[in-house]
């Protein structure tokens, strides 16, 4: 995916990159097709402060994880109370069917996820 493309001179910015990056996520290389399971996606996903998940989560396909800047908290409930916070400088590394969270971030949080299928 082209993240931007010089016209006429501009720099244009593409809706579907632009709609992404205002949601606070940001694809950097790749394509996963969870249908066919095959494939893998490097992405940047940004919490805004304060902002919180309510229910696990749970997938097909490997997931690592770094948190490269700000505050995460893993496993707080659905009023995003409680759980297990994580320093900058944390990974972890998922296999298919883990589940994970619920994930809040008091002051906001930047990751840097990589999604994988096995051979």
Not at 71 to 79: I, Q, R
Request: proline share 6%; hydrophobic share 40%.
């Amino acid at each position: 995916m082209s993240v931007k493309t010089v016209v006429g001179g501009r720099l244009v910015v593409h809706i579907a990159v632009l709609v992404a990056v205002l949601a606070g996520l940001m694809f950097l290389a790749g394509a996963l097709d969870e249908a066919g399971k095959s494939g893998s996606r490097t992405r940047l996903l940004r919490f805004a402060p304060g902002v919180f998940t309510t229910a696990p989560f749970v997938h097909e396909y490997w997931e690592e994880v770094y948190l490269v800047d700000g505050d995460l908290t893993v496993g707080n409930d659905a009023e995003g109370k409680g759980g297990e916070s994580f320093p900058p400088g944390t990974y972890a590394c998922r296999p298919p069917g883990a589940v994970h969270g619920p994930f809040k971030s008091n002051r906001g949080c930047l990751l840097l996820e990589i999604h994988y299928y096995g051979q």
